[in-house]
């Protein structure tokens, strides 16, 4: 679909809402984005199977927006099919920035936006696990996370090995299995979790040198907390990540960050498990030259 299909969904689900201006915005690897009339930001999965994570961010972030430090998307706009249009959408109003990379943590402005972050973890990885099962979210255990993982590998060694070549093969595998059979790895507090927390979705004020908002929470889950720490980690260093963990103050432990090495260093397996799923050749292609490369 292009800028004028979009515009005509959207203005025909919401009679009452005027499109004037559409353009793209960003594109993950489910959903695209679009910015409209300069102010809203609508969102379409690109495939049913994507759903029901958009579901999950319709469900919890009402009530996360209450007890976090900064902004999430509130979802003026809820569509979930009809005769007008038989897929799920959603918009919001616009949070300021834009993607926080790299170039922006300059000296002057590292130590606050390290401790942003903190405070956004700290209260995320707070929030009461009791009130989940009312919002959409399972709860888990470090057992369950152990048993997803466990299930995760099979599907690696079943879908992803075969297609390395017999050392890198090797090298990913023991990867895994170090990690698997290591009961230190599965000792942690499960918390709930943005569980995509890397730089495309910390959108950051230039002229201000502030974080605004955290966006994209289609993988919101509870897992280990170190999970949260690997975007930091891949994008922005080992010494940003441990700034912003010597300012958390959720449940962490020595080895947090050697674990969000490890989510990092598989990243690229659900990228080709991905690609697999959906026929898309670059994703296995871009994935498997990253596994070759650990």
């Known amino acids: 679909m292009d800028a004028d299909s979009y515009r005509h969904v959207i203005q025909a689900c919401f009679p009452r809402f005027s499109v004037h201006t559409i353009s793209f915005l960003a594109e993950g690897w489910g959903s695209s984005a679009w910015e409209v009339n300069g102010d809203y930001v609508f969102r379409f999965p690109k495939y049913t199977e994507i759903n029901p994570g958009l579901l999950k961010e319709i469900g919890v972030l009402p009530a996360l927006a209450e007890g976090l430090p900064l902004r999430v998307p ?8 009809g005769s ?24 002057p402005v590292v130590r606050g936006l390290a401790s942003q972050l903190a405070e956004f973890l700290t209260a995320l990885h707070r929030f009461p696990r009791r009130r989940l099962a009312g919002l959409g979210i399972p709860d888990a255990s470090a057992d369950d996370w152990r048993r997803r993982y466990t299930a995760l590998y099979e599907s690696v060694r079943a879908r992803i090995l075969p297609l390395l070549e017999p050392h890198k093969r090797r090298n990913l595998a023991a990867i895994w299995e170090r990690f698997l059979r290591d009961d230190a790895n599965f000792c942690f507090t499960p918390v709930l979790l943005h ?10 004020d230039a002229e201000h040198a502030c974080i605004t908002g955290i966006v994209d929470w289609e993988d919101i889950t509870v897992g280990d907390p ?3 720490f690997t975007g930091l980690l891949c994008d922005y260093g080992r ?11 959720g449940p962490a432990d020595a080895a947090i960050l ?37």
């Open 258 to 294: 050697s674990r969000a090495r490890f989510y990092g260093a598989i990243a690229s397996c659900h990228e080709v498990l991905f690609g697999l799923d959906f026929g898309l050749e670059q994703h296995v292609t871009h994935a498997l030259d990253n596994l070759r490369a650990l």
């Open 74 to 81: 509130h979802f003026e706009f809820v569509w979930r099919g």
């Open 226 to 228: 170190a999970l949260d």
């Open 84 to 107: 007008a249009y038989d897929g799920l959408f959603v918009g919001y109003r616009k949070i300021p920035g834009i993607p926080l990379t790299p170039a922006h943590l300059s000296a």
């Open 195 to 204: 569980a995509d927390l890397s730089s495309e979705h910390i959108l950051f």
């Open 239 to 249: 010494g940003f990540a441990a700034r912003v963990l010597t300012a958390y103050q």
